[in-house]
């Protein structure tokens, strides 16, 4: 139904999807095995989840029948932040958890991957295939000499030899790191270099928007500037035969080779993930084995509600960490859409005719494609046959309210539209998908269970109904072990335990509602403080990026040294737009009336483009220390950005305007 007030919802499950609904099944078997609330729906299940912590973790681990081939003394010993412990005692495998569809007769057979590229040819790889697979290239890094805690590195897109790499790696308890082949050397380098791989998994090069794009001579200086490197491995996606010294991918993957699964305690390394790296260095997080296994099957299990009759279909890359995600939709038996190319090739529905032609029941995607899409005037659902999408989820940034409604209007009334939000840090999600909770325009459906999310005021006072920092007062699984050489912990610490001791500061606006939904509204670290009032940058695009002129937008508060402040909005035009004064005098009364007179920009400036990190997130920070005057080198990493010419345009801004 269209929503008729605002506080109705846009969306409501039926009884019959909640009934069937996962969670729904783990809350009334949790009631009789653990205790858990039997009555008072989500919201009961998690209040106790978050008050009973320790129960809530064991019963994840029954209900999904993990096996830990040593048991656990406990589910938490030191619950302390940073640095909780969980499962002492235990050890498992996450790639025999992984796998263990293919010990499935009925299922062995059936697709496990389903690889697409820009030709949208699908190439099935059924879970049989995909084991074997995995132990032969686990055999063949053993006799390479890896070990468990040796780090193996994939520079490869997203394609199906990258998931039997990572899966192999997992096999014999080394530790995963993968970059996406558009990353330049320095970008791979800044972040493989810190953590010193024994193997780099490599492609010769990669298609994207139509073209061929040769990664020969970028790979040659990897070798060279990674000096721990004992194997390289040649994937030939271009056709190229394998550099001298290399190993060929097909010789390794060729045996039938059962796998052996090297069983680690629980908070074995699983794999480093980075952080953008947009002020230095990237943060080299790293995720442990059981953390990650518990917290996804949680996520993916129960709040996707995706099981072995589903096709999960996510667009992203293998630098960013929904690749990692989408990878553990394999714990719950479901096909794995893998998608390689430009979200916009050959045109923009690219992606729909993807979920269409893969039958995807959850797809994913990013906020800023939807935006894209609706700018675009496509119809997803007149255009392709979509009955099998059950729910579009978004991430990435905010969805705006705008997108709720052209996806419920454009794609289909009765759709699960899951906005969520969570981070590279824990590699899942503090709140979003509930599939049996309505959805309400421009909110996110709730705090996802086991993670007690909160909104606090600088006095670490809880609020409702108001903008807070987004908290996390309990340790959750999938919370880093540590960063990569930070030996005493000190980084890790002042990235996310500085404000408040012993609470997870993730570094969002966000306001819990009264009816326990979640809004995000942006970073905290680039917020618009004007005159007292609190703004996260997410709410100004939300309200500008709806005029059809404006393609893109970048807003930025400046604290100037004689107690003034200055906020310029800089907007990137739609072709054919110019930013004259009626299209100015437009921006500012969108601001004001929406929003808020105290943040109309003080001024409008066309830019010749919006600057993004590698994983396509506005940059702000860096700009706004361009600003402030602080050097270009000083300001940004180079190797962080997805142009770092443009940025040059911000700094002569700034010269400029000192002078």
């Not at 235990?90 to 991957?113: C, F, I, K, M, Q």
């Not at 084991?131 to 199906?160: C, F, K």
């Not at 509600?305 to 999960?312: A, I, K, N, Q």
């Not at 920009?601 to 830019?607: K, M, R, T, Y």
């Amino acid at each position: 139904m269209t929503a008729a007030t605002p506080d109705a919802p846009l969306w409501e499950p039926s009884p019959e999807r909640i009934e069937a609904a996962a969670v729904t099944r783990f809350q009334s078997w949790a009631a009789s095995r653990f205790g858990a609330p039997a009555d008072g729906g989500y919201a009961a299940l998690h209040r106790w989840s978050v008050d009973e912590l320790d129960t809530f973790w064991q019963a994840v681990a029954e209900w999904f029948d993990i096996r830990f081939s040593t048991p656990y003394e406990s589910v938490i010993g030191d619950r302390t932040m940073p640095g909780a412990t969980w499962f002492p005692g235990a050890t498992l495998n996450y790639a025999e958890h992984a796998l263990r569809t293919a010990e499935d007769p009925a299922r062995a057979d059936g697709p496990a991957l389903l690889y697409v590229d820009e030709t949208h040819t699908q190439v099935p790889i059924s879970w049989s295939d995909l084991r074997r697979q995995v132990g032969a290239l686990a055999a063949e890094l053993r006799a390479l000499g890896v070990t468990p805690g040796d780090r193996v590195s994939g520079y490869l897109p997203n394609i199906p030899q990258a998931v039997v790499a990572f899966l192999a790696t997992a096999a014999v308890g080394g530790v995963w790191t993968s970059c996406a082949p558009d990353f330049g050397a320095r970008s791979v380098l800044d972040r493989f270099q810190q953590i010193e791989p024994v193997v780099l998994f490599t492609v010769d090069g990669y298609r994207y928007g139509g073209k061929e794009h040769d990664r020969t001579e970028t790979v040659a200086e990897l070798r060279r500037e990674l000096p721990t490197l004992r194997a390289v491995v040649h994937i030939p996606l271009l056709g190229t035969d394998a550099p001298e010294g290399a190993l060929a991918w097909a010789a390794l993957t060729s045996a039938d080779t059962e796998p052996v699964f090297e069983q680690v305690p629980f908070d074995h390394p699983l794999w480093v993930l980075y952080s953008s790296g947009t002020t230095g260095l990237p943060k080299a997080i790293v995720q442990s084995q059981g953390g990650i296994l518990l917290e996804h099957f949680k996520q993916i299990g129960l709040h996707c509600d995706l099981g072995p009759e589903d096709r999960f279909f996510w667009y992203t890359s293998t630098g960013w960490m929904m690749w990692n995600f989408l990878v553990s939709g394999l714990l719950t038996g479901t096909t794995v859409v893998l998608y390689d190319g430009s979200p916009g090739y050959p045109d923009i529905s690219a992606q729909w005719r993807i979920a269409e032609q893969t039958g995807a029941t959850l797809y994913g995607t990013s906020a800023a494609y939807v935006m894209a899409c609706r700018k675009a005037d496509i119809h997803p659902g007149r255009d392709f046959d979509l009955s099998r999408v059950q729910c579009v989820a978004t991430t990435g940034s905010p969805l705006p309210p705008d997108g709720f409604r052209w996806l419920h209007d454009e794609v289909a009334e009765d759709l699960w539209i899951a906005s969520v939000s969570g981070g590279t840090d824990v590699c899942s999600c503090f709140a979003g998908a509930v599939p049996t909770l309505p959805v309400h325009i421009g909110e996110l459906q709730a705090p996802c269970l086991g993670t007690d999310l909160q909104s606090w005021d600088p006095s670490g006072k809880p609020l409702t109904g108001e903008v807070g920092e987004l908290v996390v007062t309990n340790p959750l699984p999938s919370m880093p072990i540590r960063f990569w050489n930070d030996p005493d912990g000190s980084r890790y610490h002042d990235s996310y335990f500085d404000m408040y001791p012993g609470v997870w500061r993730h570094g969002d606006w966000i306001t819990i509602t009264d009816r326990g939904s979640v809004i995000i509204h942006g970073r905290s670290d680039s917020t618009l403080n004007r005159q007292g009032v609190r703004m996260g940058s997410a709410d100004i695009y939300e309200a500008v990026e709806r005029l059809p002129e404006i393609r893109e937008s970048l807003v930025i508060g400046i604290e100037e040294p004689d107690g003034g402040y200055w906020m310029p909005l800089f907007v990137h035009l739609a072709d054919g737009a110019t930013l004259d004064d009626d299209l100015r005098a437009a921006i500012k009364a969108t601001i004001r009336e929406n929003l808020s007179p105290r943040h109309v920009p003080d001024e409008v400036i066309e830019v010749p483009a919006i600057p993004h990190t590698l994983t396509g997130k506005r940059i702000e920070v860096p700009v706004k220390r361009l600003l402030q005057g602080t050097e270009l080198a000083k300001a940004v990493n180079p190797g962080s950005v997805d142009n770092l010419d443009l940025l040059h345009f911000y700094a002569e801004l700034a010269a400029n305007r000192r002078r």
